[in-house]
């Protein structure tokens, strides 16, 4: 007791004189498995002052000691912490010898969660710190988030309840074979920049961008609004072009930041996908010539009078005034690209600035060249029927397309308003009429040119579309733009992919992979998902690969985009990593969420092979070859034994 009251009237003369804390202390948490924690403690101590050990003599300073505040039925922890080695010397303050540290130490120990829903420890800190003179002691309280991963703690608005819950979808899982990464094929992204590169070739055979050639050859021909030489600023007109473009991309990344599930729910909305439907079957009217579709004409003269200004500015204006003319022809391409971004649920934001990025090289790509060569303009060819032909056809284009959104909302919510054969017979009308419009341009005067080899090929693919009708594998080139092969209007009561057998829950599927001891593969897919259907339909049903599936997996196949709606019972809402309340409502969300917290992913389609121990057999892929996957199930097969 007297030493107590010795060492208080020591720290209130230490406080009155001691501005800078001598110890600062940090923490950080390592997960050693879904149940098992290692904490540790840091202290950093200022040059002349000590840190007592826990084990230091009573007799002389207060010890550090570590308190658990939170309720010890929920954990199993031990008081005394592991340290570092500490120093034993002679203390002038209380005239003995002590354990002490300078400069920094270190304290650690390992919790044991007896209870999963706990994701906070509170640890108060006792400590004091002397220097020749002068002592201090403190006390300072840590509020310890085990799992930063998890980010859910209650509040006002998130309930013990809607933890419990998001907790129960945390699985107990085996990851020693593979590091957990989120997988991107690179392929993909060649695949996107190809598409966009192609479309902005498209791009340039429409009428909207002839205008342009002119402006830019009269432009770049009058040498006194360049203020650098015709190599440079011609280069920098390309630039400008291509940013331009990629500029579109960059709200959609800072939506994924946010949420990365978030473009994968906006593809898959209901309410989207029919926007894009109503706005598709609009571009196609425009393209047949009822109305244009066009930039007001007051922000294009402005941007046309500021390229004037030359130099730097007058360029980029230059740049600004071609995306803005040619928007009514590019809008509706650019509208596809963004579309079949959005409905990638594979880093759509990454695979638009890929497409984007291909659009606007292959739309820099002849103005830069005219641009440095005006007198090459003599060379392009001049427009006509060719011209009209062209904006018709993708008019016939766009109008395909358009039901292509209509059938993602038709299978998301599950219509059945457009099953597979009702899809091919309007796409098979569609096409036969775009066949015979490119035999004939006048239907009056039934003028038709039997050497249009657009037409016959529009014929051919229109007669390719029909056998889909008859035999679903004809038209598996198609996969990921029809619906699934499974959704007929033939009375179809297996509803999993090739007719094999699945499940659509979880714990149903484990049970069952448990009583046949057989692998679980684990499919995270969508509706809406084209990479998906490619896989099942391109890959799964390879004779091998089919067979591997039937007789040693059991697939469960949880639809992220799946809308049908929770009990009230399952129902639960958590903080995401924003610190914004998301709310899980339906059976999508709920599968979505489930990805996320096990495989920090939120990719489609996500194969992972496991036992239903939550053994990870091989490491999770993605849209991969089909020899890529028959090696990976041959491997998960393998592993499964040892």
């Not at 904006?391 to 219509?415: H, M, P, Q, T």
Request: aromatic content about 16%; charged content about 20%.
């Amino acid at each position: 007791m007297i030493k107590y009251l010795f060492f208080a009237l020591i720290t209130i003369f230490s406080l009155n004189s001691q501005e800078i804390e001598p110890v600062t202390w940090s923490y950080e948490v390592e997960k050693l498995s879904s149940l098992k924690y290692k904490i540790t403690f840091d202290a950093q101590i200022i040059d002349g002052w000590k840190l007592y050990s826990q084990f230091s003599p009573e007799e002389g300073s207060v010890s550090t000691s570590f308190n658990y505040i939170n309720n010890r039925l929920d954990y199993e922890a031990d008081n005394i912490f592991n340290e570092n080695p500490y120093i034993i010397g002679y203390d002038n303050v209380f005239k003995m010898d002590l354990f002490y540290f300078e400069n920094e130490a270190s304290f650690n120990q390992t919790i044991s969660l007896l209870n999963k829903d706990i994701n906070q420890i509170k640890i108060e800190i006792d400590y004091s710190s002397c220097d020749d003179e002068l002592c201090i002691f403190r006390n300072e309280t840590f509020n310890v988030v085990l799992d930063s991963t998890k980010n859910v703690q209650e509040d006002e608005s998130v309930s013990l309840d809607d933890i419990q819950k998001y907790n129960m979808l945390e699985l107990d899982l085996d990851k020693s074979s593979y590091s957990s990464i989120d997988i991107v094929q690179s392929s993909n992204y060649f695949e996107i920049f190809i598409f966009g590169l192609l479309a902005g070739f498209l791009a340039l055979l429409t009428p909207c961008i002839f205008p342009m050639i002119p402006l830019t050859v009269s432009y770049f021909i009058d040498q006194t609004k360049l203020k650098y030489s015709s190599a440079t600023s011609a280069s920098l007109y390309g630039v400008f072009i291509v940013l331009i473009y990629l500029l579109l991309s960059i709200p959609f990344h800072l939506f994924d930041s946010l949420n990365p599930n978030i473009l994968n729910t906006i593809s898959t909305n209901v309410y989207v996908n029919i926007t894009f439907f109503i706005i598709f079957i609009l571009f196609a009217i425009s393209f047949f010539g009822y109305f244009d579709i066009v930039i007001p004409s007051s922000l294009i003269s402005s941007s046309e009078k500021k390229s004037e200004k030359g130099g730097v500015v007058g360029i980029f204006f230059m740049s600004l005034t071609l995306a803005l003319v040619s928007f009514s022809c590019t809008g509706p391409i650019l509208g596809s690209l963004l579309a079949g971004s959005l409905s990638s649920a594979e880093s759509g934001a990454t695979q638009l600035t890929y497409g984007m990025l291909g659009f606007g090289f292959a739309l820099a790509l002849p103005f830069t060249f005219l641009a440095f060569y005006p007198k090459y303009l003599s060379m392009i060819p001049r427009s006509g029927i060719w011209l009209k032909k062209l904006k018709v056809s993708l008019g016939f284009i766009e109008l395909a397309l358009a039901f292509k959104f209509l059938s993602n909302a038709d299978l998301v919510e599950g219509w059945g308003i457009l099953k597979r054969e009702i899809f091919i017979i309007i796409w098979v009308v569609i096409f036969l009429i775009m066949s015979f419009y490119l035999f004939g341009s006048y239907f009056d005067k039934l003028k038709f040119n039997y050497k249009s080899y657009s037409g016959w090929f529009f014929l051919l693919f229109s007669i390719y579309l029909i056998s889909g009708l008859f035999e679903s594998k004809n038209v598996r080139l198609l996969s990921g733009i029809l619906p699934p092969e499974f959704y007929s209007v033939y009375d179809n009561k297996n509803d999993c992919p090739l007719g094999l057998n699945c499940f659509k829950d979880f714990q149903s599927g484990k049970d069952y992979a448990i009583e046949k001891d057989k692998i679980i593969l684990l499919d995270f897919t969508g509706w809406a998902c084209a990479n998906c259907r490619r896989m099942e339909e391109n890959v799964w049903s390879k004779p091998a690969i089919f067979k591997m599936l039937d007789t040693e997996f059991v697939i469960i196949s949880l639809y992220v985009d799946d809308r049908s709606k929770l009990s009230e019972q399952e129902k639960f809402k958590y903080l995401n990593k924003s610190g914004n309340i998301q709310y899980i409502n339906n059976v999508g969300r709920r599968w979505s969420l489930f990805q996320q917290i096990n495989f920090s992913n939120a990719s489609q389609p996500y194969y992972v092979a496991m036992m239903p121990s939550g053994k990870i057999l091989t490491e999770p892929i993605q849209y991969v070859s089909e020899k890529n996957f028959e090696n990976w199930l041959r491997t998960s097969v393998e592993e499964s034994t040892k």
